[in-house]
C-alpha cells in the first residue's frame, strides 16, 4: 500500500539553527511531491512541489527540498529557521499517471522554534 | 490571493444527527477534494470530485457520506448520522487540474465536533 513516512513527529530547535524534516515514501511508479505547512489555527499552505526537473526546489519562506529517487526521499530543509516557522510541516505525494487524484499525507512534524 | 471558504468554522452536533458542511472553490478551478484531519493524526483523504461526479473515494467514505455541488459555486460534504469518531478537522480543497499540477488550494476547514 502507498503510504508516506515523515520520520520526527515533533522537533525542537532554537532560532537560527538548520532545520531538516525527513519524508519517505513507498509507491513504484513516478509521484509529484509537496510539502505543506499548517500555522496553529490556519489552513494547509503550499511551501513547495516537485513534478519534474531540477531536484532540488526552493519554495516560499526560505525552504527547499531534495528529491532523491533512488532513497524515495524528499526531504524538508531552511538553513536558518525564525521563530515564525513555528507551525506543523505535511509531505504529501500524489502517484501519477493513474486516476488517483488525492494526496497520501505522511502524518506530520510539528516544529517549535523558540525565540 | 484567490481562497477556498469554507463554513462554519467550528459546529458541535448530537450524535445521530445530519451536518453539512460547506465549501466555496476558488471559482476556475475544476477539481475539488474533502480531507479530514481527526486530532493528532494526519490528513486522510476522503474524496474527489469532478465533472460533477465522484471521481475516487477512500473506505472512509462510506453511505453516510455524500457530496454535492448544488450550485455553480458551492461544493458540499453531508454526513447523514454522525457518530463520535466523526468529530475531526473537514478541509476542502480544490485545483485547476488534477494533484499533479500546481497542488491543491486548502480551506481553513470545519472543525466537526460529535457529542
Known amino acids: 500500500a502507498q503510504s508516506v513516512s515523515q520520520h520526527n513527529h515533533h522537533v525542537i530547535l532554537s532560532e537560527a539553527a538548520s532545520l531538516e524534516l525527513g519524508c519517505n515514501y513507498s509507491?513504484?511508479?513516478?509521484?509529484?511531491l509537496f510539502w505543506y505547512v499548517q500555522y496553529p489555527g490556519q489552513h494547509l499552505q503550499l511551501l513547495l512541489k516537485?513534478?519534474?526537473?531540477?531536484?532540488l526546489v526552493k519554495g516560499i519562506k526560505g525552504f527547499e527540498a531534495e528529491f532523491i529517487k533512488s532513497k524515495f526521499s524528499f526531504n524538508l530543509r531552511k538553513p536558518s529557521v525564525q521563530w515564525s516557522d513555528t507551525a506543523e510541516y505535511f509531505c504529501a505525494v500524489n502517484p501519477r499517471g493513474s486516476r488517483t487524484y488525492k494526496y497520501i499525507f505522511g502524518t506530520g512534524t510539528r516544529l517549535k522554534v523558540l525565540a | 490571493e484567490p481562497e477556498v471558504t469554507q463554513t462554519p468554522s467550528h459546529q458541535v452536533t448530537q450524535m445521530g444527527q445530519e451536518v453539512i458542511l460547506r465549501c466555496v472553490p476558488i471559482?476556475?478551478?475544476?477539481?475539488f477534494y474533502w480531507y479530514r484531519q481527526i486530532l493528532g493524526q494526519k490528513v486522510e483523504f476522503l474524496v474527489s470530485f469532478y465533472n460533477n461526479e465522484i471521481s475516487e473515494k477512500s473506505e472512509i467514505f462510506d453511505d453516510q457520506f455524500s457530496v454535492e455541488r448544488p450550485d455553480g459555486s458551492n461544493f458540499t460534504l453531508k454526513i447523514r448520522s454522525t457518530k463520535l469518531e466523526d468529530s475531526a478537522m473537514y478541509f476542502c480543497a480544490s485545483s485547476p487540474n488534477t494533484g499533479g499540477g500546481n497542488g491543491y488550494t486548502f480551506g481553513s476547514g470545519t472543525r466537526l465536533t460529535v457529542v
Open positions: 471559482s476556475n478551478h475544476l477539481y
Open positions: 516537485y513534478f519534474s526537473g531540477d531536484p
Open positions: 509507491y513504484g511508479g513516478t509521484v509529484n
